[in-house]
């Protein structure tokens, strides 16, 4: 039974994590720089493998190549689909973190999307085919680890084209490094599409003064995607 | 002697019948939980309807004015008609958000997030959701939405709403009932046991209706371990058409 296995270092972690650690304090509104979204590699926060190129198995590099071809019409996001993970988390689109003792809410300005990523228990629901996946999460010490199952294959990895399949799995980190900084780190791996799993890490930055608004998508031929802008708020 | 006797033994009743809320560390109710609404007629028409093919029939939720009518002015009463011909224009069947109170009323579930700064509404519905900030900040001006500015207040242990800033856009229910963009709602969450919530949305739209209305509805608390699962409407194949359209050569 290896689903069984596979959940016992997860249920020892979330163990330790209720008994022994404090949870770090995420609350706030977040964003990643702008450039982050357009390409990975390109934005240079590919950690793992050290070339900094996503590790592409040669039969699937060919969809890429076509995908970022057809960018400007094929991309899910100019369709209004949710945006995915990790992709939700450096979408040119702000998002707000709440907590309390069950999960950790990531509640996205990106087509009103959100995620709970759930504290208080560790086995996964399977083969759901989320846009955004189902999030289970832990604490080591001050960084909120998410794992992240059940995909469909609805969503990209960026603007670029780079994508994943269903058996995306995603192994998220979250560190608060200052007032206003955080670490996002996320591990991507998926069998179907990349030889190895890989590593980002990019800073996400707080922003003051802002608050979350509707992002609605509009519908009709002439409906264009766009990103609604960082709202300020009534001083 | 008799009298103060039955006073003070009311009296005890009275105070042993109140509802305690469980509370934050602010001394606030605690609302976090999953809810959903227990009033399904709601959904299809707040009005009330008799059960037909595969929609439940029940009472309006409507308790004010006290016949449970919405109170129409003769222009909104003929739009409010011809939708309920066209029921396929209801917003929601092409994947938007339903507005406030829509919101409250379909039969999936709703997760309240709530600290000391803001209360979060998730809706499962079209994956849906309100952030409603409780710092006495005012609504921003020239902002128009599906679902409008939310801002909260305590008044007691009741959150009280105030929700303005509407498109004008969204219906009330499936029956067609309407408002515009001059709506304005006041909602009051109360809760009057540990499994429910006692919601309250009073709608003022004096181009649409002769006198503000109130709604009443129950919010029930679903078992321990509920999960909100992910809605995909858009991502549907065949609604995706309805927003980007065929691919332009």
Same mark, same amino acid.
């Given at each position: 039974? #290896?689903?069984?296995?596979?959940?016992?270092?997860?249920?020892?972690?979330?163990?330790?994590?209720?008994?022994?650690?404090?949870?770090?304090?995420?609350?706030?509104?977040?964003?990643?720089? +702008? @450039?982050?979204?357009?390409?990975?590699?390109?934005?240079?926060?590919?950690?793992? #493998?050290?070339?900094?190129?996503?590790?592409? +198995?040669?039969?699937?590099?060919?969809?890429?190549?076509? @995908?970022?071809?057809?960018?400007?019409?094929?991309?899910?996001?100019?369709?209004?689909?949710?945006?995915?993970?990790?992709?939700?988390?450096?979408?040119?689109?702000?998002?707000?973190?709440?907590? @309390?003792?069950?999960?950790?809410?990531?509640?996205?300005?990106?087509?009103?999307?959100?995620?709970?990523?759930?504290?208080?228990?560790?086995?996964?629901?399977?083969?759901?085919?989320?846009?955004?996946?189902?999030?289970?999460?832990?604490?080591?010490?001050?960084?909120?680890?998410?794992?992240?199952?059940?995909?469909?294959?609805?969503?990209?990895?960026?603007?670029?084209?780079?994508?994943?399949?269903?058996?995306?799995?995603?192994?998220?980190?979250?560190?608060?490094?200052?007032?206003?900084?955080?670490?996002?780190?996320?591990?991507?791996?998926?069998? +179907?599409?990349?030889?190895?799993?890989?590593?980002?890490?990019?800073?996400?930055?707080?922003?003051?003064?802002?608050?979350?608004?509707?992002?609605?998508?509009?519908?009709?031929?002439?409906?264009?995607?766009?990103?609604?802008?960082?709202?300020?708020?009534?001083? | 002697?008799?009298?103060?006797?039955?006073?003070?033994?009311?009296?005890? /009743?009275? =105070?042993?019948?109140?509802?305690?809320? &469980?509370?934050?560390?602010?001394?606030?109710?605690?609302? =976090?939980?999953?809810?959903?609404?227990?009033?399904?007629?709601?959904?299809?028409?707040?009005?009330? =309807?008799?059960?037909?093919?595969?929609?439940?029939?029940?009472?309006?939720?409507?308790?004010? &004015? %006290?016949?449970?009518?919405? %109170?129409? /002015?003769?222009?909104?009463?003929?739009?409010?008609?011809?939708?309920?011909?066209?029921?396929?224009?209801?917003?929601?069947?092409?994947?938007?958000?339903?507005?406030?109170?829509?919101? $409250?009323?379909? &039969?999936?579930?709703?997760?309240?997030?709530?600290?000391?700064?803001?209360?979060?509404?998730?809706?499962?519905?079209?994956?849906? /959701?309100?952030?409603?900030? $409780?710092?006495?900040?005012?609504?921003?001006?020239?902002?128009?939405?599906?679902?409008?500015?939310?801002?909260?207040? !305590?008044?007691?242990?009741?959150?009280?709403?105030?929700?303005?800033?509407?498109?004008?856009?969204?219906?009330?229910? =499936?029956?067609?009932?309407?408002?515009?963009?001059?709506?304005?709602?006041?909602?009051?969450?109360?809760?009057?046991?540990?499994?429910?919530?006692?919601?309250?949305?009073?709608?003022?739209?004096?181009?649409?209706?002769?006198?503000? !209305?109130?709604?009443?509805?129950? /919010?029930?608390?679903? %078992?321990?371990?509920?999960?909100?699962?992910?809605?995909?409407?858009?991502?549907?194949?065949?609604?995706?058409?309805?927003?980007?359209?065929?691919?332009?050569?």
């Amino acid at each position: 039974m #290896p689903a069984r296995r596979k959940s016992r270092p997860i249920f020892f972690a979330v163990f330790v994590s209720a008994v022994c650690v404090r949870a770090a304090d995420l609350r706030g509104i977040w964003m990643a720089d +702008k @450039n982050v979204d357009a390409s990975l590699e390109r934005a240079h926060v590919i950690v793992d #493998p050290p070339d900094g190129k996503i590790p592409y +198995k040669s039969e699937a590099i060919a969809k890429q190549k076509q @995908n970022f071809e057809n960018h400007a019409t094929a991309d899910p996001e100019t369709r209004c689909f949710q945006p995915g993970v990790p992709r939700a988390a450096y979408v040119p689109s702000p998002f707000q973190i709440f907590q @309390n003792d069950r999960a950790v809410y990531m509640v996205y300005q990106d087509v009103h999307a959100y995620r709970i990523v759930y504290l208080d228990r560790a086995e996964h629901n399977e083969g759901l085919g989320y846009a955004m996946g189902d999030s289970r999460g832990h604490w080591e010490g001050d960084t909120l680890v998410a794992d992240v199952t059940s995909f469909s294959d609805a969503t990209w990895l960026d603007a670029a084209g780079d994508y994943h399949s269903d058996e995306l799995h995603v192994i998220e980190r979250y560190t608060r490094t200052g007032p206003d900084t955080m670490t996002y780190e996320a591990t991507i791996e998926d069998p +179907k599409v990349f030889s190895r799993p890989w590593t980002i890490r990019l800073p996400l930055r707080l922003q003051r003064g802002v608050q979350i608004v509707e992002d609605e998508c509009e519908e009709g031929p002439n409906a264009r995607r766009h990103h609604v802008p960082l709202f300020r708020r009534a001083p | 002697m008799r009298f103060s006797i039955f006073l003070i033994s009311f009296v005890a /009743l009275a =105070q042993s019948a109140k509802f305690e809320p &469980p509370r934050q560390a602010d001394g606030h109710p605690d609302l =976090q939980g999953v809810w959903r609404n227990a009033s399904i007629v709601a959904a299809f028409n707040v009005e009330g =309807q008799e059960a037909f093919y595969n929609e439940p029939g029940g009472k309006s939720v409507i308790v004010d &004015p %006290p016949d449970g009518k919405l %109170p129409y /002015l003769p222009a909104a009463l003929k739009q409010a008609n011809e939708n309920h011909v066209h029921r396929e224009l209801d917003p929601t069947g092409h994947c938007h958000t339903h507005g406030v109170p829509r919101l $409250l009323v379909p &039969p999936f579930p709703i997760e309240i997030v709530e600290d000391s700064n803001d209360v979060v509404l998730l809706f499962e519905t079209e994956h849906s /959701l309100r952030i409603i900030p $409780l710092d006495g900040s005012p609504h921003p001006k020239l902002y128009r939405s599906w679902n409008g500015d939310s801002r909260g207040h !305590w008044e007691g242990d009741t959150l009280v709403v105030d929700v303005a800033g509407f498109n004008g856009r969204t219906w009330l229910d =499936q029956a067609g009932n309407i408002v515009d963009r001059n709506e304005h709602v006041v909602e009051r969450f109360t809760m009057t046991a540990r499994d429910t919530i006692a919601y309250e949305a009073r709608v003022d739209d004096p181009t649409i209706y002769a006198k503000p !209305w109130t709604m009443r509805i129950p /919010l029930r608390r679903q %078992p321990a371990g509920t999960e909100l699962i992910e809605y995909d409407c858009i991502e549907g194949e065949r609604s995706e058409i309805h927003y980007a359209g065929p691919p332009k050569k």
